[in-house]
């Protein structure tokens, strides 16, 4: 269970880094990188980050790139947190892949709700 203050913080380095990935962003048109959480460890040493990532289908490369310079985010992220932060968290970032699981659930409960409705039915009599 985390604390009131780990809590805080991630909280914090959540918007933080929301709004260092909407200014990255701008210039890649038609890519969009959302926070979606931060867990940080009862230390505080080290943040988990975890991106959902617009389209998709380039989520395992701009992650991946994410992650290359993850000392250059953490350095943006201590210049505009270093007031309320003594020691800045190490940033591990990850892919949330929460909504393409969704959709893909909604994907099968569409399927599985069409073919009730065939199963369902009774064929009709001849004449």
């Not at 203050?5 to 880094?17: D, F």
């Not at 909407?22 to 940080?40: A, E, N």
């Not at 985010?73 to 699981?101: N, T």
């Amino acid at each position: 269970m985390e604390t009131t203050r780990q809590n805080k913080i991630a909280r914090l380095i959540q918007k933080e880094l929301s709004e260092i990935f909407m200014l990255q962003t701008k210039v890649m048109k038609g890519v969009l990188v959302t926070v979606s959480v931060c867990r940080i460890s009862p230390d505080m040493s080290i943040c988990r980050v975890y991106l959902s990532v617009f389209p998709s289908a380039k989520a395992e490369e701009i992650i991946k790139n994410i992650n290359e310079n993850a000392k250059a985010i953490r350095f943006e992220l201590g210049k505009r947190v270093r007031y309320q932060l003594r020691i800045i968290p190490e940033l591990k970032f990850f892919l949330d892949d929460s909504l393409d699981y969704i959709e893909n659930i909604d994907h099968l409960l569409n399927n599985v709700e069409g073919d009730s409705r065939t199963i369902g039915q009774q064929p009709e009599a001849e004449d």
